[in-house]
């Protein structure tokens, strides 16, 4: 059964670059599409972007200047970095796989809160 | 991009009585590109629908999904007590990906 686990450091300050990572387990990175989706507390969903196995990617142009999204197959780890922060990013950030690149979301990881702040 | 719109923001309801809920697309994003979430409080979102009216896996048949084009709503027959969470759609016919701003339902 695949599993998804984001680690993050929890508390990143303002302008800094936030670095969140999601180990995948049950199952191979390989032949997935996987997109890292943000939620802000309290209110709705934003997709962030996407990483095919072999790490082609394509973001939101929301936040396109800012975002990196990269694969580790050899770790089966794929991870988001978010630079020039604001309070604006704080948000339980999760990491979700698709099978294709037109495709709906699952499984989710129980995803990982990252508060922006000095 | 492609806006989604959920209606109503809350719904108040009880165990045993049917939830209609209904999401509007800005644009048509056809049967197959149309997904609903739900998420209990302080958990992630889980896939219930996926191509409007496909249930994921483990889902109980008291989820129905329908419609097409711009037009579509998830159907709980008979509410269950966890089934009282909030409930996105998302359509992913074009990127970016986006989803609805959720439904409440709630006792």
């Known amino acids: 059964q695949l599993r998804l686990q984001e680690s993050g450091p929890g508390l990143v300050k303002p302008s800094e670059t936030l670095s969140v990572t999601c180990t995948v387990s049950?199952?191979?990175?390989?032949?997935?599409?996987w997109s890292w989706i943000r939620q802000p507390p309290g209110k709705g969903l934003e997709w962030i972007g996407y990483?095919?196995?072999?790490?082609?990617?394509h973001y939101n142009p929301s936040l396109k200047s800012r975002v990196t999204i990269s694969v580790d197959r050899s770790r089966d780890q794929f991870s988001l970095k978010l630079n020039s922060v604001t309070a604006a990013d704080t948000a339980v950030y999760y990491c979700?796989?698709?099978?294709?690149?037109?495709?709906?979301?699952?499984?989710w990881g129980p995803g990982t809160l990252v508060t922006v702040s000095s | 991009e492609i806006v989604l719109t959920q209606s109503p923001g809350t719904l108040s309801l009880s165990p045993g009585e049917r939830a209609a809920l209904s999401c509007r697309a800005s644009?048509?994003?056809?049967?197959?590109?149309l997904a609903w979430y739900q998420q209990r409080p302080g958990r992630a979102p889980r896939l219930l629908i996926y191509?409007?009216?496909n249930r994921a896996a483990g889902i109980p048949d008291r989820f129905s999904g329908s419609g097409s084009g711009t037009d579509f709503t998830l159907t709980i027959s008979r509410l269950e007590p966890e089934d009282f969470a909030v409930y996105y759609c998302?359509?992913?016919?074009?990127?970016?990906?986006?989803f609805g701003p959720g439904t409440k339902v709630d006792i």
């Open positions: 998302q359509q992913y016919v074009s990127t970016p990906f986006t």
């Open positions: 990483v095919y196995y072999s790490g082609s990617t």
């Open positions: 644009q048509s994003v056809s049967a197959t590109y």
């Open positions: 191509s409007a009216s």
């Open positions: 979700v796989r698709h099978r294709y690149g037109l495709s709906w979301f699952d499984p």
């Open positions: 049950g199952d191979a990175i390989n032949n997935y599409y």
